[in-house]
């Protein structure tokens, strides 16, 4: 069965204080992985998709990384609107989207 | 600007009354999804769709219904309404797969 795990589940960090969230997967084949921001009482808004292992895309304070198992999302300085949920999502062959239940980022200023 | 809309925002009912969730979107997009979002779980799949005339079943599909007669709405329909379904639910179009989903801002549902 495909997972997608998390963590941590949350994360307090003070302006400039950087850090990175991790997203753990186990799949039988991956088209891809993808990385949405969540703020409160809104959809998710998408980031970044990596394809392959290596693979690395940068936005502003963050970039995402990919390995064969896991993918981190390094944030640098943070500021506090960065705050929000991250999530994580693969797309495996032949089938649709499997989430992660997220990482919910604090940045105090 | 195109864009994907979700209509109530939020929503109050009974058990066992029928609701339907409306999603509409404007960039043509082929394929539609529904999700459900609830503390601890990821976004859960319900049904989705790969053009008008077809619909599918998703992880969670059971007491949900949708049908797709045009490329811009996907209407979600809840045949009786159960505590259960008490959630959050978001509405993503993709033009292709694989393809990165545009989700709605989201439907607060309580179901009471």
């Known amino acids: 069965e495909d997972q997608v795990t998390q963590s941590p589940e949350a994360l307090r960090l003070q302006e400039g204080e950087s850090s990175s969230l991790n997203c753990s997967y186990t799949?039988?084949?991956?088209?891809?992985l993808f990385w949405y921001r969540q703020d409160p009482g809104k959809g998710p808004e998408f980031l970044f998709t990596?394809?392959?292992a290596g693979e690395e895309k940068e936005k502003e304070r963050l970039k995402a990384t990919l390995t064969k198992k896991e993918s981190f999302l390094h944030i640098t300085a943070p500021k506090p609107e960065d705050s929000a949920t991250y999530l994580c999502a693969v797309l495996p062959y032949g089938q649709n989207f499997v989430f992660g239940p997220g990482t919910r980022l604090s940045v105090l200023p | 600007d195109a864009e994907i809309t979700q209509s109530p925002r939020h929503k109050i009912t009974e058990t066992g009354r029928q609701v339907t969730l409306a999603c509409h979107q404007t960039?043509?997009?082929?394929?539609m999804f529904w999700y459900r979002q609830d503390l601890g779980h990821g976004l859960r799949l319900i049904h989705y769709s790969y053009g008008v005339q077809d619909t599918n079943k998703g992880e969670v599909s059971d007491g949900y219904s949708v049908s797709r007669s045009n490329t811009e709405d996907l209407p979600l329909t809840l045949e009786s309404a159960a505590s259960s379904q008490t959630s959050v639910y978001f509405c993503a179009s993709s033009p292709g797969q694989p393809d990165t989903q545009y989700f709605g801002p989201g439907t607060r549902l309580t179901v009471l």
């Open positions: 990596l394809y392959s």
């Open positions: 960039w043509n997009h082929n394929n």
């Open positions: 799949v039988s084949g991956l088209r891809g």
